[in-house]
């Protein structure tokens, strides 16, 4: 290194303020507390509006589509049939029953076809409230059919019960009670209770006197929509007056034994219905219905008496032990409602659905409140911990990604083992926090970031600086001290201070740019850190602050493109007009180092110390002694891949070492030629040190002398003649030398 004179010493310090041990652990905490805030505040916001009911739509908007994905090709139950009023079957009845609705004899002929195939109950989802005539004798339509219905001795039938709103015209009729041979046929036993929701009935529809007499059972047949206006869920039992009667999905399946009711649930011949909060339950919905139209049954009613039974249409045998639900599917019917399914579903198919539900314990189980808080709490603690604590962007941007997506498949999943999971709560929780949490990031990270893209900047390369601006938190802290394994690089201007003492100040600012700027390229392109500008000499380091696996190989390879570079600036020089050859000496050495800032309270410069730094400045000072441009260490060159030629220069020990320490020279290798010429010439070299190391200096002198005239050639003849001049006998192997390094100034 040339001699430093003290105008001549320019150094550029990386000023940050004091962050020490005590400053980063208050920061941690800091970071911590506003962490539990976020979390704490998402929770329970999120949790509000949930309480609030405020996710009832969206959460039916999930529920929907996952229904369509998991159950529109699920079939119903075997063991249930639907027979449905239908367009055809409207247009086909029409010459012979006359426009909707039909005359009840009509459902007589019905349930004369279905007895045949001895089918386990029939369901009407038709009521039939009031006598066809309004006179003390009953029509003959309506008799046919009670006579039918009493014969089949399985037929439910429908009945209604609702709230209507009290007016002048029906303020008698409201709150009337039942008849009691109703209630006491029908009326379901309940031991326990459950919720019954909202307003009581004060209206009823049944059948009328003669039908309801004959049939085995009613049902209430309304259904009431959820708050988006789509039929999801029923209440199982309907109430009147302290009365239950069930709906026509559950009825068939009341064996006359009581119902115990509980809060959450209703157990009912063997089984158990799951219910939500509310008392609902939500019904597991099937894509495919084992479905006829009530034409097709006539017209095979019509061959069965005409005597033509080989080629029906429909066989009574297809309902054998079946549950059979007849309702209507046809506009006219008026009876189509929006579900998970379909916008246009039957409303007999909400019956069927519950019916097939119960015989293959096919039960929906509905969300658990409590459950759906702890997700809601668990989403926002994910994606804030996530967002708090990863370092790379991309990791903050996945953590509410990979939250919500995996909730969603959850949810999804649930379907798949009939349970139902609420999605909306747990979702806007993830994104509540990803707000919340990006939000933090901009106000102080984005500080942090700009705090070490300036610190930076001018420093390493944008590959390194964007890594540190990803990683903010982690580089903004860094001057607190820590040891790594790095690479370090001193390079010096020859005869610097010859040339600064016969030029005009302009003359060597002009050349020290030039020089500067054409050397630390090839560091910052290879990821290296510019430390400091000392004079005519530049100190830059790998491996700090970021990490790097290939640190040697970084700054060996810089170090070749700096030699190359030479010819680049004394190019530009020499257009300045300066009459200046830059000759440069680079030593580069590796091993573990500490890193942090170092100075005053006021002025602090991020670098590295210790004896890897002092071993590298030493390298370069007697690059003249061995005339070559590059010398590295012997622990640089173990970490080089085997492609880099390097040839040995020489075994030295070092000022206050005992251990001495190899050195090398690297070879260009910036293309083939080059580096098949330089390991041809390593090689030989290499060769020719190691018959030197051993005393066999006659071979080593003729190895040597193989070489193209170098100054490392003419040292080593001169050792080896040197040598056998004295007498000293092949074969005999010599202590490793000792030359002892130069001692240069110390490095700041």
């Given at each position: ?448 970031k700009g705090k070490v893209r300036r610190m930076f900047s001018q420093y390493v390369s944008p590959e390194v600086l964007k890594v540190m601006t990803e ?278």
């Open positions: 290194m040339a001699e430093k004179t003290g105008p001549m010493v320019y150094n550029l310090p990386v000023v940050i303020g004091l962050s020490g041990a005590t400053g980063g652990a208050l920061k941690k905490h800091q970071k911590i507390l506003h962490a539990v805030l976020l979390i704490s505040a998402v929770f329970l916001l999120t949790a509000s509006l949930y309480l609030e009911g405020l996710f009832v739509k969206p959460e039916g908007i999930f529920h929907d589509a996952a229904t369509r994905l998991e159950r529109l090709g699920k079939p119903v139950s075997s063991k249930v049939a639907v027979v449905l009023i239908d367009e055809a079957s409207l247009r086909a009845l029409n010459p012979i029953a006359g426009r909707w609705p039909w005359p009840r004899a009509i459902y007589s002929d019905l349930l004369e076809f279905l007895a045949m195939g001895k089918p386990r109950a029939v369901v009407f989802d038709v009521l039939f409230t009031e006598r066809t005539n309004a006179t003390a004798k009953m029509d003959a339509n309506d008799a046919q059919l009670a006579a039918a219905t009493e014969k089949f001795g399985s037929v439910y039938h429908a009945m209604h019960v609702l709230r209507d709103e009290e007016d002048e015209t029906n303020r008698q009729i409201l709150n009337q009670p039942m008849p009691p041979d109703f209630v006491d046929r029908f009326a379901v036993k309940i031991n326990g209770a459950f919720a019954t929701g909202g307003a009581p009935s004060n209206s009823f529809y049944i059948p009328f006197k003669e039908l309801y007499r004959a049939a085995k059972g009613v049902a209430v047949v309304e259904f009431s929509p959820d708050a988006d206006g789509i039929y999801r869920s029923t209440r199982p039992l309907r109430e009147y007056q302290g009365k239950f009667f069930p709906v026509p999905g559950l009825a068939p399946f009341m064996t006359g034994g009581a119902v115990e009711a509980s809060p959450h649930a209703m157990k009912m011949g063997g089984k158990t219905i799951p219910l939500d909060d509310d008392g609902k339950y939500t019904i597991n919905v099937y894509g495919k219905f084992s479905e006829y139209s009530i034409s097709g049954l006539f017209a095979s009613l019509q061959m069965i008496r005409a005597g033509e039974v080989e080629k029906l249409m429909v066989s009574p045998s297809e309902f054998k032990d079946k549950v059979v639900y007849v309702g209507g599917s046809a506009v006219g019917v008026e009876d189509l409602k929006s579900t998970s399914i379909s916008s246009r579903t039957p409303g007999v198919f909400l019956h069927a659905s519950l019916a097939s539900n119960f015989i293959e314990d096919d039960f929906l189980f509905p969300p658990n409140r409590k459950h759906t808080l702890v997700a809601t709490f668990a989403a926002a603690l994910l994606c804030l911990s996530g967002i708090f604590g990863l370092r790379q962007f991309w990791q903050k941007v996945a953590v509410p990604l990979v939250v919500m997506t995996l909730w969603a498949a959850y949810c999804v999943h649930g379907l798949f083992v009939n349970a139902v999971y609420e999605f909306v709560p747990p979702l806007s929780s993830a994104l509540f926090a990803g707000i919340a949490g990006f939000g933090y990031v901009a106000l102080t990270e984005g500080r942090e990683n903010p938190e982690q580089f903004a802290s860094i001057g607190a001290g820590s040891k790594a394994e790095i690479s370090v690089l001193f390079s010096d201007i020859r005869n610097f201070t010859t040339f600064s003492e016969r030029s005009t100040p302009e003359q060597v600012v002009d050349m020290l740019n030039a020089h500067f700027s054409h050397m630390t390229e090839p560091i910052i392109r290879r990821h290296g850190t510019v430390d400091k500008f000392i004079g005519d000499a530049i100190m830059a380091f790998w491996g700090a602050p970021v990490k790097l696996e290939n640190h040697a190989e970084s700054a060996v390879m810089a170090a070749l493109e700096m030699k190359r570079q030479m010819a680049l600036v004394n190019e530009e020089i020499k257009k300045k007009g300066i009459d200046f050859t830059v000759k440069i000496g680079i030593g580069v050495n590796s091993g573990d180092a500490i890193i942090g800032n170092i100075g005053s309270e006021k002025k602090l410069n991020y670098t590295v110390i210790g004896d890897t730094v002092n071993l590298a400045s030493r390298l370069e000072t007697i690059t003249k002694t061995y005339d070559v441009l590059i010398i590295i260490s012997e622990t640089t060159r173990a970490k080089l891949r085997d492609d880099v030629p390097c040839r040995v220069l020489d075994t030295v020990r070092v000022k206050g070492k005992e251990i001495p320490v190899r050195i090398f020279e690297p070879m260009d290798c910036h293309d083939e030629e080059s580096r098949r010429k330089s390991a041809e010439v390593a090689a030989l070299t290499n060769a020719a040190f190691a018959k030197y190391e051993i005393g066999d200096y006659k071979e080593a002198l003729e190895l040597y002398n193989r070489l193209e005239e170098c100054p490392l050639r003419e040292l080593y003849v001169k050792r080896c003649e040197n040598a056998l001049a004295t007498g000293k006998q092949p074969g005999v192997r010599l202590e490793r030398r000792k030359r002892t390094l130069i001692q240069p100034e110390e490095t700041p």
